[in-house]
């Protein structure tokens, strides 16, 4: 696929999924800009802040005058109702529904001829372990903001959102029932979810948007019963 010159702006580009996804875009010509708050050779901001995002929105259409691929990806606190404050799960969904919300907002009118917004929601949408609450209400934010976004952006930009499983930043190669848990046999990697941004980014995805795009290696589709294939719940 070919993005040379295209403009692509990721948040949370640092590190993990971001920085993977950023430097795919750049091996195929892209001019990708990075905002993330931690520290580096790239925009440094904390997206939870409201000047921020109109900062680094003006830095980049100052710089570049138009966006082509909005990559949403910053990732969002997480605690659980027993230790998570008001603040920590208002600052959660900040970083995760409104800073995503916020950004588009402010490139609408930037937005190139055939522009995509990609969202990196989450399995946990749709599913939890116990105190996760801050972090599983903003990806269900995401997932439901995606849609709401492409029926605004028609005509303007196609939007769509990705819900990983479970990716291991590390490219860990696990065995055992670690692996085996997910139909595929084997735990996710930051490449599993950079290759179908780049698809969705793409002209091959021009009839595709509204959509939530679920990568997990089958996980939540194997259904699990007590006694079941070595699964107890004790």
């Known amino acids: ?41 790239h925009y440094v901001g904390d997206i939870s802040k409201k000047d921020v995002l109109e900062a680094f929105a003006q830095h980049v259409i100052s710089s570049y005058g138009h966006v082509d691929v ?13 230790e998570c404050s008001y603040e920590d799960f208002q600052y959660a969904l900040a970083v995760g529904v409104t800073a ?18 990609i969202n990196i929601a989450s399995s946990r949408k749709g599913m939890s372990q116990p105190q ?9 934010g995401i997932a439901s903001l995606t849609h709401a976004l492409a029926v605004s952006l028609a005509g303007k930009a196609r939007v769509n959102s990705i819900s990983p499983g479970w990716i291991d930043t590390a490219y860990t190669e696990y065995e055992g029932p670690d ?32 959509e939530d ?22």
């Not at 990721?10 to 520290?39: H, L, M, N, P, R």
């Open 1 to 41: 696929m070919d993005f040379e010159n295209k403009v692509v702006v990721v948040t949370g580009g640092a590190q993990g999924i971001g920085k993977c996804i950023a430097e795919q875009f750049s091996k195929v010509g892209a001019k990708v800009i990075v905002i993330d708050k931690q520290e580096g050779d």
């Open 70 to 82: 909005l990559v949403n990806n910053a990732l969002p606190l997480m605690k659980g109702i027993d």
């Open 100 to 117: 995503p919300f916020y950004l588009t907002k402010l490139f609408a009118d930037h937005f190139a001829h055939g522009a995509s917004i």
């Open 132 to 140: 996760t609450e801050s972090y599983t209400a903003a990806k269900g």
């Open 179 to 210: 692996a085996y848990q997910q139909p595929v046999g084997r735990v996710g990697n930051p490449m599993d979810i950079a290759n179908m941004v780049l698809f969705l980014a793409s002209d091959k995805a021009g009839f595709i948007t509204g």
């Open 213 to 234: 795009i679920l990568i997990d290696g089958g996980m939540t589709k194997a259904m699990i019963y007590h006694g079941e294939h070595g699964w107890n719940l004790d």
